[in-house]
């Protein structure tokens, strides 16, 4: 599914629609958002945690590494992996406690914890131009496939 976002308010929609793509059973679901810095991978988690009902500040947790949002019947680890060095050094955040069904997961720079990560349902790269950002969502399983469907026409390409 590809999608042209013009403005950050576009790719905070795309986010919250990608948000109805959870699974109702809240299976576990990872979701890896890819793409260079400034593409709009923590606007899109943004408008994906806003349409969960967080109204506070959501930002990139560079520095923390992980940040938790609890929503109704789903706590969402919005993760930014830009500063790891190593893969190793997710065993330090306990991320095994959080790899259970109703949790979902929003991993920016997921390239940078590979091997050490559970596998993507959906990716989600990002990447800027000068008038637009492009958006591509490609399922990476099962149960992302079932999600994008689920999502059905509220999903449609931007612009």
């Not at 949002?69 to 991320?95: I, K, S, T």
């Not at 991993?107 to 790269?125: F, I, K, N, Q, Y």
Request: hydrophobic share 45%.
């Amino acid at each position: 599914m590809r999608f042209l976002a013009r403005t950050a308010e576009e790719t905070a929609a795309v986010g919250a629609r990608l948000f109805h793509a959870l699974p109702v059973s809240r299976a576990l679901f990872i979701i890896y958002l890819s793409g260079d810095l400034g593409a709009g991978k923590t606007t899109l988690a943004r408008g994906f945690l806003r349409a969960g009902g967080i109204a506070g500040p959501v930002r990139s947790p560079t520095y923390t590494l992980l940040e938790v949002y609890e929503l109704a019947g789903c706590a969402v680890l919005h993760l930014d992996l830009y500063r790891l060095q190593d893969p190793a050094e997710l065993e330090q955040l306990g991320l095994r406690e959080w790899a259970r069904a109703g949790h979902a997961w929003l991993v920016e720079w997921p390239e940078h914890g590979t091997g050490r990560l559970p596998a993507a349902d959906l990716t989600v790269s990002l990447r800027a131009s000068a008038d637009a950002h492009e958006i591509n969502v490609t399922p990476g399983s099962t149960l992302g496939e079932m999600g994008l469907r689920q999502v059905g026409p509220v999903v449609a390409p931007l612009g």
